[in-house]
């Protein structure tokens, strides 16, 4: 297991910086495509700053990029193509989008987050031929669980099926995938997290991400939430919890994120513990030292 920040650095020699970009507004979950409600916890404006939505997508690049090398933290980046579905509506523009994202000089690679529904296959054959010269691509799917209750709990509109295929695919093209999963949905016990990801190691992720769910404001999981019926988990179970996953976590598997994503306390109704996000990764961390 290493970090994805130990993985770049091993493979380029340098640190690389990912910069989060903003390009779609909608997700087939969202639009109709699929369903209109999206999913139960999602709220994209708690993630991303409104006056990013209304910049073209070179001018986020170019800002990002411009920040990170002033502070002298990076040269060399990766685009991450992060809010809603990245890889949903007109292929050929979004193929456009990425690839003026990847002409950049100081850009290295490409990151899309997306569903596991929305992989066409030009796009695995476009991504694939990107890698083979020489660019560092990453899907990050949102797998969340491999629960299919919970999965409809939650209005993911897709099943763990999609999740299996989408896999296969990606593998069959030999792309790296970072699956998404959250700690924490609705109904789903400690056990359920570790038998939802002992089904995912069985596809062989290249990367994965762990969350613990966040109640965020306008979404339906916090009018649960404010019902009484639904209940975070705590600090310790969670910590406990990723703790065991990663020692169930095969060796060459990149680990991008262990803690929560919304660092901003304006959107979050609960848990509270979830904004230290560093000191719940430093506790893991701790965790998996103490087990040696
Ligand atoms: S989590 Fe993703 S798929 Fe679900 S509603 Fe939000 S953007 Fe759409």
New binding site residues.
């Given amino acids: 297991m290493k970090t994805l920040s130990q993985h770049l650095k091993a493979r380029f020699g340098q640190r690389v910086q990912k910069i989060s970009l903003i390009a779609q507004s909608?997700?087939?979950?969202?639009d109709g495509t699929i369903t209109r409600?999206?999913?139960t916890?999602?709220?994209?404006y708690a993630f991303f700053p409104n006056e990013l939505l209304k910049q073209p997508i070179a001018k986020q690049l170019t800002d990002g990029i411009a920040r990170y090398k002033e502070r002298g933290k990076a040269n060399k980046f990766l685009a991450y193509f992060q809010?809603?579905?990245s890889t949903h509506g007109d292929l050929d523009a979004l193929l456009a989008m990425f690839q003026q994202a990847m002409a950049h000089p100081d850009v290295v690679g490409l990151c899309l987050?997306t569903?596991p529904d929305c992989l066409p296959e030009p796009l695995l054959q476009w991504l694939s031929d990107k890698q083979q010269r020489g660019y560092e691509i990453w899907l990050e799917l949102?797998v969340?669980t491999m629960h299919d209750q919970t999965l409809a709990r939650v209005?993911?509109?897709h099943t763990s099926a999609s999740t299996i295929e989408a896999m296969q695919r990606c593998r069959a093209y030999g792309l790296q995938t970072c699956v998404h999963m959250i700690a924490g949905l609705p109904g789903e016990t400690v056990a359920d997290v570790l038998s939802s990801w002992r089904r995912m190691r069985t596809l062989k992720p290249t990367g994965v991400k762990w969350h613990p769910l966040q109640v965020i404001k306008g979404t339906q999981l916090a009018k649960t939430y404010r019902q009484g019926n639904y209940q975070p988990w705590s600090e310790q179970t969670y910590i406990a919890t990723i703790a065991r996953v990663l020692q169930e976590t095969d060796e060459h598997t990149v680990v991008h994120r262990l803690s929560a994503s919304l660092n901003k306390n304006d959107w979050l109704l609960a848990p509270q513990w979830s904004l230290a996000s560093r000191q719940v990764r430093h506790q893991i961390v701790s965790q998996l030292e103490a087990r040696q």
């Fill in positions: 909608t997700c087939p979950n969202r409600g999206g999913c916890f999602c709220n994209n809010a809603y579905t987050g569903r949102g969340q209005n993911r509109g």
